[in-house]
């Protein structure tokens, strides 16, 4: 029966997000970079803190990290770029001047999925499947 009830869940857990929610919104700073159903937010193209987040999920990583761990420049203290991405001044794929200039435009990376990032969708697809890279 549906009840038309909604629960907003907030973790830095995405692992556990993805076990009881059915749409994930990946906030970084304030900002949501990645938004969709978990089967597509779990499923490349990844935003790259996304992807950060996954390659450092344990229970994930048994059944397959997302490729190396991915870490992130500098630390939390790292001051954010005063315009452009928020996650510039971490973002391991970052692309340069864009990046710390121009704030990202979330883009459709499939029906009901949107991703906030200057890199070409193209290239934020071939990072490898979360759940599908054996471990
Ligand atoms: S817009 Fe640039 S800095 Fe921001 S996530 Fe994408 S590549 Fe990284």
Redesign the pocket.
Known sequence: MVRGIAYLFISRDIGVVAHIADRIAVMYRGAI?EEGPVEAVLAPPY???TQALLSAVPLLGQRGRVGVRLRLLGDVSTPAPAR?????HR?P???GP???EEA?PMRPAAPGHAI????PMEELARAPHALLAAG
């Open positions: 970079v935003h790259p803190y452009g991405c928020r996650f510039a973002c794929a970052r692309l864009v990046c710390e990202p906030a990032c200057h890199r």
